[in-house]
């Protein structure tokens, strides 16, 4: 069975969803978008869809930046992806990447006057960076743009330009991945991720003023540290050499998990080892993102019903 979109207001085969090379959102990245994690479970034969009211009220809040006009409620398009994933059948982990864009054939910079349209496309996701053994990082010569240039609190697909010039540079600098510092110095979030560390007991994240996306993991974490672990996350800038000190360094992110940060610029992160608590939010949250744990069940969308018996992949 083919993977489906929701495109154009209709349900169809991924592979019949086009746009026009006129299309504005493809010339000057004016579009928002989410990414949202559906995990199956194998035990349960259910694919659970994560979180996807608090991406929508955000992908919401990002078309207000954007001035797009989304046809649907937060609740309409939580039943639109539900519908896209089970036309797919995918019995897998699947990635579902809804787009609001402005969708005119249009030549012109702007945002006022045209079109707006909406589409969801679901399809699985490799590996993004090493959860298991963790990755290497630099901090990237790259500055993230500032709230004043293209505000990252909304995952607008131009503002990723910068993320991909620090990536690439990392990548071909023999790195996993790149950690961009704001314009006053301070650790904002890697190419796709938010950053967290442990320090003393304490776990740190840089603040919404850094400019970093608001971002749906780093809320859960935020959450579990706090619930299940006792701990509280403070929230406050931080400097470069603050990270090399740091007894753990991790990423989160819906692409990324939880994923260990090892090394920073060739300089070893605690002990060079995956920490404690890194390990433990870990483990929470791949039971909390699979539906195994039913204190945080109401974050989990089931996208099959009973009667459903499609099979992809």
Not at 82 to 109: F, L, N, Q, T, W
Not at 282 to 296: C, H, T
Request: hydrophobic share 40%.
């Amino acid at each position: 069975m083919p993977p489906y979109a929701f495109f154009r207001k209709q349900f169809m085969p991924l592979a019949e969803a086009k746009i026009g090379i006129l299309t504005h959102a493809l010339h000057y990245g004016t579009a928002c978008f989410e990414g949202i994690r559906g995990n199956w479970n194998d035990e349960q034969e259910q694919l659970f869809l994560f979180r996807v009211k608090d991406h929508y009220e955000r992908m919401h809040k990002g078309c207000r930046i954007l001035k797009i006009k989304l046809p649907h409620s937060v609740d309409e398009l939580c039943q639109l992806t539900v519908k896209v994933v089970e036309k797919s059948g995918y019995h897998e982990d699947v990635y579902i990447r809804p787009m609001a864009y402005k969708s005119a054939e249009a030549i012109g910079v702007r945002l006022h006057n045209l079109e707006d349209d909406f589409f969801i496309i679901v399809a699985t996701l490799p590996a993004y960076l090493d959860i298991d053994k963790g990755v290497r990082c630099c901090t990237s010569s790259w500055r993230r743009v500032d709230d004043t240039m293209i505000p990252a609190r909304g995952k607008i697909t131009g503002i990723y330009v910068n993320s991909a010039l620090a990536k690439t540079e990392a990548n071909e600098l023999g790195f996993d991945e790149a950690i961009l510092l704001n314009h006053d110095g301070h650790v904002s979030e890697g190419s796709g991720e938010n950053i967290f560390f442990v320090l003393e007991g304490k776990l740190v994240t840089p603040p919404s003023s850094d400019n970093i996306l608001m971002g749906v993991t780093r809320d859960t974490v935020m959450q579990l540290a706090r619930n299940e672990l006792g701990i509280e996350t403070v929230e406050m800038s931080v400097d470069r050499t603050e990270l090399y000190l740091a007894d753990e360094v991790f990423f989160t992110g819906t692409a990324a998990h939880i994923t260990p940060i090892l090394e920073i610029d060739h300089r070893p992160i605690g002990n060079g080892d995956i920490g404690k608590v890194t390990k433990e939010l870990q483990r929470l949250y791949f039971e909390v993102i699979k539906g195994k744990n039913s204190k945080y069940l109401h974050w989990c969308t089931p996208a099959y019903s009973k009667l459903a018996k499609t099979r992809h992949g």
